[in-house]
């Protein structure tokens, strides 16, 4: 019998660990770790920030949905990893002993790495967790009460774009809707070079297509921007040239910030230096599985994947949701061959498929793969892209809820595209 740890019970961990369950049986034991002891959709966070969801209509209690499947879950937080030994830490001092251990950790906001950003010692909002999405939310209560000036964006060494798109767009739609747009003055702060370029060196027209949205609403941009700091309703950027040298310095005041931060590994992870890079993010070989131990997989935001391109201002490469699927589906496979003594041959597909909500209307990208050049490059706008958007919420949550482990990336998305599955 082997014994399968699935650390972070997030977008990735736990379609992982019901998958493992699934595809392993009951011979093999499953135990989930996650810091919290509920489970958040973070992509529907944009949402609670301008009160369009509620805590409870985006998260639940993670034992009970694995308990029906067999899974034993620690509601802790991982404060060691000893891969020499195969065992963890956890924050109450007991140790949890693996033969296999899948790091689904997602990322390490770094706020810290610019002076008052973040919204518990700085003075930016956050929409990247259920509490910080609640916090804009009172925020953006305040802005109705008290309209002024908005800064959205993502700062430097960012590499989660589309929610900070998503947030400016719904913003502008939920204060159109209460008839105060009028009254607050747009700007979006970018690290990127150009608008659309999403940390993915644009998908097809996404230039032009987020460039006319803006214009459309009304949001000036500043690109190529670095944040030197932020003070109590005054952003300090500095905007570059293509070789990254600094051309103007702007102050930008605001009512309203949110800005989305440079990702790093979590501290327990990125203490472990054979494992990870220096950023803290987990090194995996095409298998999902770490050069080193080769017993330890990663899946999610929380491994190494280099930027796509070079870029004056440092951008970053975003892991979405279909892209953490078809790694799950690797990491899980790949870890039932090691089991049967055989050879790992399944690979994740690492391909971009991403729904941007924009309030009312919304935009698709699809990069296959995500490195360019590409096979398929396309971006669509339509209010069809909201209706999914809230059609994948609805199928993800129920799906987390009822313990499927059905890996639809792998059973649909691939078929469309004509790519066998390799088990
Ligand atoms: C605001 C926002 C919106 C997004 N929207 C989309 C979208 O619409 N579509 C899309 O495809 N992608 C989207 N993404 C990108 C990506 O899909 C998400 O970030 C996704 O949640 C990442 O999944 P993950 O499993 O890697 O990490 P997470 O979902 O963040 O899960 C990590 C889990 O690990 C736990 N954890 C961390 N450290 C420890 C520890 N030491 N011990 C125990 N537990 C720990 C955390 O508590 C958490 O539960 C969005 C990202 C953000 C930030």
Aim: net charge positive; charged share 25%.
């Amino acid at each position: 019998m082997a014994h399968v740890v699935v650390l972070g019970a997030g977008t990735g961990g736990m379609p992982a660990a019901y998958e493992v369950k699934a595809e392993l049986g009951r011979k093999h034991e499953v135990t989930v770790i996650n810091a919290a002891e509920y489970f958040q959709f973070v992509p529907s966070n944009p949402w609670v920030g301008v009160g369009w969801r509620k805590r409870k209509d985006i998260t639940f209690d993670i034992e009970p949905a694995l308990k029906k499947k067999k899974i034993n879950f620690i509601a802790q937080m991982v404060t060691k990893i000893e891969p020499d030994k195969n065992r963890l830490t956890v924050e109450n001092g007991e140790t949890v002993d693996y033969d296999y251990l899948i790091i689904a950790t997602g990322p390490k906001l770094a706020f810290h790495e610019i002076e008052g950003t973040g919204p518990i010692d700085g003075h930016t909002h956050s929409i990247c967790t259920i509490d910080h999405a609640e916090k804009a939310h009172t925020g953006f209560q305040e802005l109705l009460d008290n309209p002024g000036h908005v800064i959205m964006g993502a700062v430097q060494g960012a590499s989660c774009y589309g929610p900070a798109y998503e947030y400016a767009m719904v913003v502008d739609a939920a204060l159109r809707k209460k008839k105060r747009r009028d009254k607050v003055p747009m700007t979006f702060v970018t690290s990127e070079p150009y608008v659309g370029h999403l940390g993915l060196g644009g998908v097809g027209d996404s230039k032009g297509m987020l460039e006319s949205e803006m214009r459309n609403r009304h949001i000036n941009w500043i690109t190529n921007a670095k944040v030197a700091k932020v003070e109590a309703g005054k952003m300090f950027v500095d905007e570059c040239d293509r070789d990254g040298n600094v051309i103007k310095n702007h102050e930008l005041p605001f009512n309203y910030s949110m800005m989305l931060p440079a990702f790093k590994g979590v501290d327990a992870v990125a203490a472990m230096e054979n494992l990870c890079n220096p950023r803290g993010f987990v090194k995996v070989d095409q298998y999902q599985r770490n050069p080193t131990y080769k017993n330890i997989y990663a899946v999610g935001v929380c491994i190494a994947i280099p930027p796509v391109e070079v870029t004056p201002v440092a951008t970053g490469t975003p892991k979405t949701g279909y892209m953490i699927e078809s790694m799950v589906t690797a990491a899980v496979h790949n870890i039932e061959h090691d089991i049967k003594g055989e050879e790992p041959e399944a690979l994740g597909s690492w391909s971009t498929i991403c729904l941007a909500d924009f309030g009312d209307t919304g935009a698709a990208f699809v990069a296959i793969p995500q490195i360019p050049p590409r096979n398929v490059t396309w971006a669509k706008k339509g209010k069809w892209v909201h209706l999914g958007k809230i059609a994948f919420e609805k199928y993800f949550i129920r799906k987390m809820k009822k313990g499927s482990s059905e890996p639809l990336y792998e059973k649909y998305v691939l078929k469309i595209m004509g790519i066998k599955r390799l088990k």
